[in-house]
């Protein structure tokens, strides 16, 4: 499954280091699996077995993953966390970075590693990494900047029993007016409820923790031990020892977690469920999860139970980068607001600024590169495609304002962003109501919204493309709760040319590969995504000649009463008495 070839020798200032190609077979399959010890399900694997594989390799090399998908439906990979300056068509998303990978067909990601840190790479096709085709990514950097003595991946995962497929059809619903989400059966840490974790007397470990749930966001700590913070989404922090973290769907924290010097008592790790997000919470769901952490597995005795779960006080926007990078005024604001709302096609959608996205014929990218002039017109990608074009090198601030009562986490594709400010209600452009972080604010890639608040993000649009900018809860995700970031288009153009893989499997799947987002030239939209929106809160052309219509019948109505009770019945029985007394 993994080879590495053609090794490069690169030299270092400390000396020399290798770089590989580092190569990766996938062969997207259904497969079976029962994690959960609950039921057996079909899931999507690779190479027809579940888990997938963990993808590591190192900063420098690159990495290749040939895709050949064995499923009866589309299928893309997103390595989530990476830039892909100027590879922007590996990215993975369909209908922003390309088309969807056709039952059948093959494509290869390949792509220098210039980063290292925590990542994952998952399915992003419609719900399919619900399914089950996901998987940590790890990029090691050839010298670390902490030292420990064992690096162990801790990946945490809801889980459900139905098929993505069918949770969207029952989600996205007429006959769920309240958006409502289908809540996961169960969860657990690493591949199973049957895992555990084993330390070793004094030991320093490093936990890569990372949240490859598509909905649960989790509280995570362990009794009698602190850990420190080194890392979140690939950004080495300063060190900060904390009793607990959480971590969104999508969230990567590294922690350095020192073992004891004695063996005589094992102890539980804690991964609580953030019970605020579910709609309702079945009895038969174990949202308080527990995993033994062995020193010595012929011990019966356990710690203290010291788990503080929902009431954790970790701030990631307190973290310093080790890399210092001052918050400086921004050139261009883009200011999103979020709500759920019931839109024309019955259905409860997320949005942006009142309007659902909805994924444009040809991709935004593909767009990008054969629309010549034209890429700066952000009509052309489409009505619903929430576009927003960017400047080359302009400081972004982005307001992300969650009118919502529940919590939200937030990624952008391409870049890590600053987590400058925060703050209750709809930010109005009042700076004294923010707290803000403007010494060297801490960046990543995903960022949590509280219910009812806005926080403020800023990134330099150092990297031409087109990034997606979405809800990292699926559920949202599919409804519409995202937005497509058009990054100096103009730039993109003199730097790139797509694939001729990236067109071929467009043609495969029966989708047009270049053009606007109806796949037609210029300004002629006719045909793209457009019309579901939300409902008009007043009176439609149709709705105003009802209105009139009744109101005239109603007037003509009261008239017709009015003149019936004028008249005297009396009178008139006595009128027609006499007129027919005189005929006889």
Same mark, same amino acid.
């Given at each position: 499954?993994?080879?590495?070839?053609?090794?490069?020798?690169?030299?270092?200032?400390?000396?020399?280091?290798?770089?590989?190609?580092?190569?990766?077979?996938?062969? !997207?399959?259904?497969?079976?699996?029962?994690?959960?010890?609950?039921?057996?399900?079909?899931?999507? @694997?690779? +190479?027809?077995?579940?888990?997938?594989?963990? !993808?590591?390799?190192?900063?420098?090399?690159?990495?290749?993953?040939?895709?050949?998908?064995?499923?009866?439906?589309?299928?893309?990979?997103?390595?989530?966390?990476?830039?892909? +300056?100027?590879?922007?068509?590996?990215?993975?998303?369909?209908?922003?970075?390309?088309?969807?990978?056709?039952? *059948?067909?093959?494509?290869?990601? &390949?792509?220098?590693?210039?980063?290292?840190?925590?990542?994952?790479? $998952?399915?992003?096709?419609?719900?399919?990494?619900?399914?089950?085709?996901?998987?940590?990514?790890?990029?090691?950097?050839?010298?670390?900047? /902490?030292? /420990?003595?064992?690096?162990?991946?801790?990946?945490?995962?809801?889980?459900?029993?139905?098929?993505?497929?069918?949770?969207?059809?029952?989600?996205?619903?007429?006959?769920?007016?309240?958006?409502?989400?289908?809540?996961?059966?169960?969860?657990?840490?690493?591949?199973?409820?049957?895992?555990?974790?084993?330390?070793?007397?004094?030991?320093?470990?490093?936990?890569?923790?990372?949240?490859?749930?598509?909905?649960?966001?989790?509280?995570?700590?362990?009794?009698?031990?602190?850990?420190?913070? %080194?890392? !979140?989404?690939?950004? &080495?922090?300063?060190?900060?020892?904390?009793?607990?973290?959480?971590?969104?769907?999508?969230?990567?924290?590294?922690?350095?977690? =020192?073992?004891?010097?004695? =063996?005589?008592?094992?102890?539980?790790?804690?991964?609580?469920?953030?019970?605020?997000?579910?709609?309702?919470?079945?009895?038969?769901?174990?949202?308080?999860?527990? %995993?033994?952490?062995?020193?010595?597995?012929?011990?019966?005795?356990? @710690?203290?139970?010291?788990?503080?779960?929902?009431?954790?006080?970790?701030?990631?926007?307190?973290?310093?980068?080790?890399?210092?990078?001052?918050?400086?005024?921004?050139?261009?604001?883009?200011?999103?607001?979020?709500?759920?709302?019931?839109?024309?096609?019955?259905?409860?959608?997320?949005?942006?600024?009142? !309007?659902?996205?909805?994924?444009?014929?040809?991709?935004?990218?593909?767009?990008?590169?054969?629309?010549?002039?034209?890429?700066?017109?952000?009509?052309? /990608? *489409?009505?619903?495609?929430?576009? /927003?074009?960017?400047?080359?090198?302009?400081?972004?601030?982005?307001?992300?304002?969650?009118?919502?009562?529940?919590?939200?986490?937030?990624?952008? $594709?391409?870049?890590?962003?600053?987590?400058?400010?925060?703050?209750?209600?709809?930010? =109005?452009?009042?700076?004294?109501?923010?707290?803000?972080?403007?010494?060297?604010?801490?960046?990543?890639? #995903?960022?949590?919204?509280?219910?009812?608040?806005?926080?403020?993000?800023?990134?330099?649009?150092?990297?031409?493309?087109?990034?997606?900018?979405?809800? $990292?809860?699926?559920?949202?995700?599919?409804?519409?709760?995202?937005?497509?970031?058009?990054?100096?288009?103009?730039?993109?153009?003199?730097?790139?040319?797509?694939?001729?893989?990236?067109?071929?499997?467009? #043609?495969?799947?029966?989708?047009?590969?270049?053009?606007?987002?109806?796949?037609?030239?210029?300004?002629?939209?006719?045909?793209?995504?457009?019309?579901?929106?939300?409902?008009?809160?007043?009176?439609?052309?149709?709705?105003?000649?009802?209105?009139?219509?009744?109101?005239?019948?109603?007037?003509?109505?009261?008239?017709?009463?009015?003149?019936?009770?004028?008249?005297?019945?009396?009178?008139?029985?006595?009128?027609?008495?006499?007129?027919?007394?005189?005929?006889?």
């Amino acid at each position: 499954m993994r080879f590495l070839t053609a090794c490069l020798l690169v030299a270092g200032s400390t000396g020399f280091a290798q770089a590989a190609r580092v190569v990766y077979d996938l062969n !997207i399959t259904y497969a079976t699996a029962n994690p959960d010890n609950l039921f057996e399900r079909r899931v999507v @694997g690779v +190479n027809g077995k579940w888990p997938p594989p963990t !993808i590591e390799a190192n900063i420098n090399d690159t990495l290749v993953m040939n895709v050949y998908n064995d499923l009866d439906t589309f299928t893309a990979l997103h390595t989530h966390g990476m830039f892909q +300056n100027n590879t922007g068509w590996m990215d993975g998303p369909v209908g922003v970075t390309q088309c969807p990978i056709p039952a *059948g067909s093959k494509l290869t990601y &390949e792509f220098d590693l210039k980063q290292h840190g925590s990542y994952w790479i $998952h399915s992003h096709y419609r719900g399919q990494y619900m399914d089950g085709l996901r998987m940590p990514f790890i990029i090691h950097n050839i010298n670390e900047t /902490y030292k /420990y003595d064992h690096d162990i991946i801790v990946p945490f995962q809801d889980w459900y029993h139905d098929e993505s497929e069918v949770g969207i059809a029952t989600f996205m619903s007429e006959w769920n007016p309240t958006g409502a989400e289908p809540v996961p059966q169960s969860g657990f840490l690493f591949n199973s409820v049957n895992d555990s974790l084993t330390f070793e007397a004094g030991k320093t470990y490093r936990l890569r923790l990372i949240n490859m749930s598509s909905f649960s966001m989790f509280y995570f700590s362990i009794d009698g031990h602190d850990m420190e913070v %080194i890392e !979140i989404d690939g950004v &080495e922090t300063q060190r900060h020892t904390v009793k607990s973290v959480y971590l969104t769907a999508a969230q990567r924290i590294s922690v350095l977690v =020192t073992a004891k010097n004695t =063996t005589d008592t094992n102890y539980y790790m804690h991964a609580d469920m953030n019970t605020d997000m579910f709609d309702v919470l079945p009895d038969d769901l174990l949202y308080n999860l527990t %995993i033994p952490l062995y020193y010595n597995k012929e011990v019966t005795q356990f @710690g203290a139970n010291e788990d503080v779960g929902m009431a954790s006080d970790f701030d990631d926007m307190a973290l310093s980068p080790i890399e210092i990078e001052q918050a400086v005024m921004y050139d261009h604001l883009v200011n999103l607001t979020f709500d759920f709302q019931v839109t024309t096609d019955g259905i409860n959608r997320g949005m942006f600024n009142e !309007i659902p996205y909805l994924t444009p014929k040809v991709p935004s990218l593909n767009t990008i590169l054969s629309s010549g002039n034209l890429s700066t017109e952000v009509d052309i /990608y *489409g009505p619903q495609s929430m576009a /927003y074009v960017l400047k080359h090198l302009d400081m972004v601030q982005v307001i992300v304002n969650n009118l919502d009562a529940g919590a939200h986490p937030f990624h952008l $594709h391409g870049h890590v962003f600053q987590m400058v400010g925060r703050g209750d209600g709809v930010y =109005t452009g009042d700076g004294s109501v923010v707290e803000w972080f403007l010494n060297n604010p801490a960046r990543r890639d #995903t960022i949590l919204v509280p219910a009812e608040t806005f926080v403020l993000i800023r990134f330099r649009a150092d990297n031409p493309g087109a990034w997606f900018f979405h809800c $990292h809860i699926e559920w949202h995700l599919e409804s519409g709760l995202a937005a497509t970031f058009i990054e100096a288009p103009d730039v993109a153009q003199e730097r790139m040319t797509l694939p001729q893989a990236f067109k071929d499997i467009c #043609t495969e799947g029966g989708n047009p590969y270049e053009g606007n987002a109806a796949g037609k030239e210029g300004f002629d939209l006719k045909g793209a995504p457009d019309g579901i929106r939300m409902i008009f809160d007043g009176f439609t052309p149709k709705g105003k000649g009802a209105m009139a219509g009744c109101i005239i019948s109603a007037l003509l109505g009261m008239t017709a009463i009015i003149m019936y009770s004028r008249l005297d019945p009396l009178k008139e029985g006595r009128t027609i008495a006499v007129s027919k007394a005189n005929k006889i």
